[in-house]
């Protein structure tokens, strides 16, 4: 009976020396059969594992292994710089990519050139048409007779005179009056209408009748008219006396003129209707 308290090392001890004598007649050791007995054992065990050996070790029995699904041949190891230069070949883009790009960037670069050209004569126009529109405003010329900026600008200028003067005949004799009037000092004790003054009661005939010119004119017109108007008086018949003023000046006096006339007209009329 096995006994669980004893030391396993003597029980293996003494076990070990029964296992190496106890063997049975059926199967006696293997250094104990004889030589055809052991050949022939080998013989069958090597007939079964030699196609084992044969497809897993197909160099230790001399035959070439079939080749498989799974069967890979690698490559031998290539140097340092053969393997840079193969990286390199598979990251460079193909060339035939490349050349497809080069022609996709050359054809939108003609594109945005072609905008950029495009845009720049348009503003060009556009602005060429702006200055065209503002001289043809400020100059009173209409599409019929725009063939006059073609002439040189003395021609031009007395083309001008010659419409101006046609257009204030009618205030001719105040125009020369204008042009006589002679400034007298300004003195506070004695009662004398100062240059500002006198210059008012001379331009306002005149402005009377520019007024009524403008209002016979199409409106888009009557802006250029005024100024062509002004620039002439200012140019022809302003006193040779006074510093030399400009068209803007000459329309500030005799719109005033007339404005303060009309306030001084209207409140005596009032007045009579009022009493009567």
Same mark, same amino acid.
């Given at each position: 009976?096995?006994?669980?308290?004893?030391?396993?090392?003597?029980?293996?001890?003494?076990?070990?020396?029964?296992?190496?004598?106890?063997?049975?007649?059926?199967?006696?050791?293997?250094?104990? %059969?004889?030589?055809?007995a052991?050949?022939?054992?080998?013989?069958? %065990?090597?007939?079964?594992?030699?196609?084992?050996?044969?497809?897993?070790f197909?160099?230790?029995?001399?035959?070439?292994?079939?080749?498989s699904?799974?069967?890979?041949?690698?490559?031998?190891?290539?140097?340092t710089?053969?393997?840079?230069?193969?990286? &390199?070949?598979?990251?460079?883009?193909?060339?035939?990519?490349?050349?497809?790009?080069?022609?996709?960037?050359?054809?939108l670069?003609?594109?945005?050139?072609?905008?950029?050209?495009?845009?720049?004569?348009?503003?060009?126009?556009?602005?060429?048409?702006?200055?065209?529109?503002?001289?043809?405003?400020?100059?009173?010329?209409?599409? +019929?007779?725009?063939?006059?900026? /073609?002439?040189?600008?003395? &021609?031009?200028? /007395?083309?001008?005179?010659?419409?101006?003067?046609?257009?204030?005949?009618?205030?001719?004799?105040?125009?020369?009056? %204008?042009?006589?009037?002679?400034?007298?000092?300004?003195?506070? +004790?004695i009662?004398?209408?100062?240059?500002?003054?006198?210059?008012?009661? +001379?331009?306002?005939?005149?402005?009377?009748?520019?007024?009524?010119?403008?209002?016979?004119?199409?409106?888009?017109? +009557?802006?250029a008219?005024?100024?062509?108007i002004?620039?002439?008086?200012?140019?022809?018949?302003?006193?040779?006396?006074?510093?030399?003023?400009?068209?803007?000046?000459?329309?500030?006096?005799?719109?005033?003129?007339?404005?303060?006339?009309?306030?001084?007209?209207?409140?005596?009329?009032?007045?009579?209707?009022?009493?009567?």
């Amino acid at each position: 009976m096995y006994d669980a308290s004893a030391p396993l090392e003597e029980d293996t001890d003494d076990e070990m020396p029964l296992l190496e004598h106890h063997w049975d007649d059926d199967h006696p050791p293997i250094h104990s %059969l004889p030589a055809h007995a052991l050949s022939s054992s080998m013989e069958c %065990l090597s007939s079964l594992t030699d196609p084992v050996r044969a497809y897993f070790f197909p160099t230790a029995s001399g035959k070439p292994r079939s080749k498989s699904a799974s069967h890979v041949e690698r490559s031998p190891l290539c140097s340092t710089k053969t393997c840079r230069e193969s990286i &390199e070949l598979l990251q460079a883009p193909p060339p035939s990519a490349q050349a497809n790009g080069e022609t996709k960037r050359a054809s939108l670069r003609a594109v945005r050139e072609k905008r950029q050209t495009a845009y720049l004569l348009a503003s060009q126009a556009k602005r060429e048409g702006q200055h065209r529109h503002q001289l043809e405003l400020f100059r009173g010329l209409s599409g +019929r007779d725009g063939e006059r900026s /073609q002439l040189p600008r003395r &021609e031009k200028r /007395q083309i001008n005179d010659a419409e101006m003067e046609k257009l204030l005949a009618p205030v001719q004799s105040k125009l020369n009056r %204008l042009r006589t009037t002679t400034i007298p000092p300004y003195n506070s +004790r004695i009662n004398v209408k100062y240059g500002a003054q006198v210059l008012k009661d +001379r331009l306002l005939p005149v402005g009377k009748h520019v007024l009524a010119l403008l209002q016979r004119e199409r409106e888009e017109r +009557r802006g250029a008219l005024e100024i062509e108007i002004c620039k002439h008086i200012a140019d022809t018949y302003w006193p040779s006396e006074v510093v030399e003023v400009s068209h803007l000046r000459v329309m500030e006096i005799y719109r005033n003129a007339v404005f303060y006339e009309e306030m001084e007209v209207e409140p005596c009329f009032g007045e009579e209707v009022k009493g009567g």
